[in-house]
């Protein structure tokens, strides 16, 4: 848990033409990405103290100061927002931060390393850990589930993953055997 910030959101572009930005909330609550302004950048430079004045299709309206028409608001479209951990309210014991997950060493239940966690990622249904696997460039998606992640150590940067059959590749030059019926 050595990450300072945690990323909540993102400025997806404009909104209008009065200087409105259209605000993308990682929040569980999303309207509470409001309740951590001032917000940074992910650099820790700029920041930003959001106003959400309504919400819209996939986030919500904002205001920010210094923001005053759709240029502005356009120049900050992709701007992750982050906010101080100590802002952050603490978690149950089975739930975590995506940015906790991220670079975790990942070991089977046999006590093999499989890789890294390189991102944590959701698309619409249960987050999947991308994993980046030991000694080669290729990737694989693993289940953020009890069944595939028994154990969670953050006070140990590991994982230990029992993943369903099928996840991991197999090696290319392992002999091909037959099954007799």
Same mark, same amino acid.
Do not use: W
């Given at each position: 848990?050595? *990450?300072?910030?945690? /990323?909540?959101g993102t400025?997806?572009?404009?909104?209008?033409?009065?200087?409105?930005?259209?605000?993308?909330?990682? /929040?569980?609550?999303?309207?509470?990405?409001?309740?951590?302004?001032?917000?940074?950048?992910?650099?820790?430079?700029?920041?930003?103290?959001?106003?959400?004045?309504?919400?819209?299709?996939?986030?919500?309206?904002?205001?920010?100061?210094?923001?005053?028409?759709?240029?502005?608001?356009?120049?900050?479209?992709?701007?992750?927002l982050f906010?101080?951990?100590?802002?952050?309210?603490?978690?149950?014991?089975?739930?975590?931060?995506?940015?906790?997950?991220?670079?975790?060493? *990942?070991?089977?239940?046999?006590? *093999?390393?499989?890789?890294?966690?390189?991102?944590?990622?959701?698309?619409?249904?249960?987050?999947?850990?991308?994993?980046?696997?030991?000694?080669?460039?290729?990737?694989?998606?693993?289940?953020?589930?009890?069944?595939?992640?028994?154990? *969670?150590?953050?006070?140990?940067?590991?994982?230990?993953?029992?993943?369903?059959?099928?996840?991991?590749?197999?090696?290319?030059?392992?002999?091909?055997?037959?099954?007799?019926?």
């Amino acid at each position: 848990m050595s *990450v300072s910030r945690i /990323c909540v959101g993102t400025i997806s572009g404009s909104y209008g033409v009065q200087g409105e930005l259209r605000i993308k909330s990682f /929040c569980a609550v999303p309207e509470d990405i409001e309740t951590y302004s001032p917000l940074t950048d992910e650099s820790g430079e700029l920041e930003f103290n959001l106003a959400i004045l309504r919400p819209i299709k996939n986030g919500f309206s904002a205001r920010m100061p210094n923001v005053a028409n759709k240029e502005d608001a356009d120049a900050y479209r992709g701007t992750k927002l982050f906010a101080r951990r100590e802002q952050m309210p603490s978690l149950p014991d089975d739930e975590f931060y995506h940015a906790d997950l991220i670079g975790l060493d *990942v070991y089977d239940t046999g006590g *093999v390393l499989l890789g890294k966690v390189k991102t944590v990622q959701n698309h619409g249904a249960d987050d999947l850990l991308e994993l980046q696997l030991t000694g080669t460039s290729t990737t694989t998606f693993l289940p953020f589930t009890k069944a595939a992640v028994p154990t *969670v150590d953050l006070a140990s940067g590991r994982i230990v993953a029992n993943p369903p059959e099928g996840i991991l590749p197999t090696p290319k030059d392992a002999p091909k055997t037959a099954q007799q019926d």
